[in-house]
């Protein structure tokens, strides 16, 4: 069975760090890109960040720019999202999602997605 699975949220203090993991099981993610999404309460999934399979990345929002990094290991068959300096509107859902080869911001696009992990960020 082909999955993602992402790592816990959390809670997290506005100005604070927290990494999320993206891990695949049931296929390889080398000839994949991933694209970290989210969606907050009444708005529309959206593209947060991506890495293609060469190691590309590309930041759809610009409000993390200088703030989210994206990684990939592929030995570990592992996506990383570390975001720092969160923000009460960086409050979402997050989602890890695959798709061959290249990077693209639109949600139709993935094939594979993970189910969702919650991070608040609040005081």
């Known amino acids: 069975q082909l999955q993602l699975v992402e790592s816990r949220g959390g809670l997290v203090q506005p100005g604070g760090s927290l990494r999320l993991s993206c891990v695949a099981s049931?296929?390889?993610?080398?000839?994949?890109?991933i694209g970290w999404f989210r969606q907050a309460p009444g708005k529309e999934r959206e593209g947060v960040l991506c890495i293609s399979r060469t190691g590309g990345k590309t930041t759809y929002a610009d409000s993390v720019k200088g703030r989210f990094t994206i990684s990939r290991d592929n030995a570990e068959n592992a996506i990383y999202l570390q975001m720092n300096g969160l923000k009460p509107e960086d409050t979402a859902v997050y989602y890890c999602?695959?798709?061959?080869?290249?990077?693209?911001?639109?949600?139709?696009?993935?094939?594979?997605w993970g189910q969702g992990t919650q991070v608040t960020v609040s005081s």
């Open positions: 049931g296929f390889t993610l080398d000839y994949f890109a």
């Open positions: 999602a695959a798709r061959y080869y290249y990077c693209s911001a639109y949600v139709d696009e993935y094939d594979y």
